[in-house]
């Protein structure tokens, strides 16, 4: 019991008086309805990180990112912490800035109009200054960096270029902690590799971290810090980027990632097919669609 105790992350300080940027410690998690996702799932990262989180479709790279955005609660308030505030419980994680997710959802909540589209009839300009609290130097260069247009219509323009605009929004606030679910997917190489410059320079400058959940592993070798690698809701691996083995003797990340993943397939065809169980629902709630997305989970 000790050494299991032991092996679990602590929200510590270390030497320099810094604690974890993200713990999670024996984390439960499945979607009402289904069986469990994650079982006694344990992560740290340090302040300044960069981590790659990886894995296959399905993995639950996602509902990771999810969770440690507040957007589903589970178990107490010690079990995923966030600059050592309660994921979920603390609303001012995302509310004060220090908090901020990058998803697929191209929406901007707009007072008592709820989620507004971002492919709607809206200039970017609409969109980027509607923002507020922000600082107009950082606004300029990231509106540069990104290379946006300001009379861009929503409506009308590409995915890259509604991609950066969702960008651009979600980074106007100077953040601590930064979750991105392949949100450079859309982007074009060169503004893919300076937006990666630029977070970068935020983890340097500033001490911010960033988990980046993606499948394009071009250039990553020399970007990222730490690695994270997902097996159907398991912790397989973490650790520095600089002490995985496989790449010592490996052209690039992708081909790491790549023999990994190949190996987890051919497990999974040797797995004997047995008929699912039948999962009885719960809640007489359960398949309701008003139920809030926030609270779409079972946890322990």
């Not at 996602?62 to 079990?79: C, F």
């Not at 397989?236 to 496989?246: A, F, I």
Request: aromatic share 8%; with cysteine; glycine share 8%.
């Amino acid at each position: 019991m000790a050494n299991k105790e032991a092996s679990k992350p602590r929200d510590e300080a270390d030497e320099n008086g810094n604690s974890n940027a993200i713990r999670v410690c024996g984390m439960q998690f499945a979607y009402e309805g289904e069986p469990p996702l994650f079982a006694d799932f344990n992560l740290e990262l340090p302040p300044g990180s960069r981590c790659l989180l990886v894995g296959a479709n399905g993995s639950g790279k996602t509902t990771l990112l999810k969770i440690l955005a507040g957007k589903h609660m589970v178990g107490g308030r010690d079990v995923v912490r966030v600059l050592s505030r309660s994921a979920f419980h603390d609303t001012q994680l995302v509310c004060g800035g220090d908090l901020a997710y990058l998803g697929g959802s191209w929406s901007k909540t707009v007072g008592s109009a709820g989620e507004i589209p971002l492919q709607g009839d809206f200039s970017a300009e609409h969109m980027i200054f509607g923002v507020e609290g922000t600082d107009p130097v950082r606004r300029d260069s990231l509106i540069e960096l990104l290379d946006i247009d300001l009379q861009w219509r929503m409506h009308k323009v590409s995915d890259g270029q509604r991609r950066r605009v969702q960008i651009c929004m979600g980074l106007l606030h100077p953040f601590k902690v930064l979750l991105l679910d392949e949100v450079t997917v859309d982007l074009d190489v060169v503004a893919r590799l300076d937006l990666l410059d630029f977070f970068k320079e935020e983890c340097d400058q500033r001490g911010a971290t960033v988990v980046y959940a993606t499948h394009i592993f071009d250039g990553l070798e020399t970007w990222a810090t730490h690695l994270a690698y997902i097996q159907d809701g398991e912790l397989r691996r973490t650790e520095k980027l600089s002490e995985v083995n496989e790449l010592k003797n490996s052209a690039n990340l992708l081909s790491v990632v790549e023999a990994w993943l190949r190996a987890e397939t051919k497990r999974e065809k040797k797995k004997p097919i047995n008929p699912p169980a039948q999962v009885q629902k719960t809640s007489p709630s359960g398949a309701s669609p008003f139920m809030s997305s926030r609270h779409m989970a079972y946890y322990r």
